[in-house]
């Protein structure tokens, strides 16, 4: 058998930030790295994770791509509101989203698709709830970094909205996280 037939790729599902919100994220991103030494939310591009990485093989990727394609096409767009700063104490700061039932019914919806069809058990973090957000900053943030940048960010506002008409899957090359294929949500009803 071929190698890529039984080594396999890691994958993550996300709502990839349009313009001009994808900017101004990477901006931060950027200062994020270059004023608290936190280069690892560089690896991927701005983005609402809807399923944390997963491994697959590479060479059933058109399983996994037609698979998700169908499953994005009965979904309808959802609002994104962007509601100011927030921090998962002790290394994580990010841009969060505002919880909204569109938004929760997709993941649950995804999750349990995940579960069920592509087989896949590491949809969730068994202990915290889904918490939509754009990481900024995490894993290589140091602690007393954390404290002098959540001080920094903890009061500046960050709003706006937009319709996520599109799902991503990101595939990591190596190095960095990659867009592999972006799916249309189905209209609106």
């Known amino acids: ?13 996300a709502i990839i930030l349009p313009e001009p919100y994808h900017e101004l994220a990477q901006e931060l991103k950027v200062h994020f790295s270059n004023q608290y030494n936190s280069r690892a939310s560089l690896n991927s591009p701005p983005h609402i994770t809807l399923h944390m990485p997963f491994q697959w093989r ?26 100011n700063f ?21 993941h649950k ?17 068994k202990d915290n709830p889904f918490h939509p957000h ?29 319709l996520a008409k599109q799902i991503a899957l990101l595939k990591h090359n190596g190095k960095i996280w990659e867009v592999f294929q972006e799916f249309d949500l189905g209209q609106s009803i």
């Open 134 to 162: 754009v990481t900024l900053a995490f894993r290589d943030l140091k602690k007393t970094a954390f404290k002098m940048a959540w001080e920094e960010f903890k009061n500046k506002p960050f709003g706006g909205e937009f």
């Open 58 to 83: 590479p060479g059933k990727e058109k399983v996994l791509t037609d698979k998700l394609s169908d499953f994005f096409s009965a979904c309808s767009p959802v609002q994104i509101h962007f509601q």
């Open 109 to 125: 919806k995804l999750s349990r698709f995940c579960r069920v069809v592509l087989n896949l058990f590491n949809a969730t973090h």
């Open 1 to 13: 058998m071929e190698k890529n037939q039984t080594s396999t790729a890691l994958y993550f599902i």
């Open 86 to 106: 927030g921090c998962f104490p002790p290394r994580v700061l990010f841009i969060d989203i505002q919880k909204s039932e569109p938004l929760e019914n997709l």
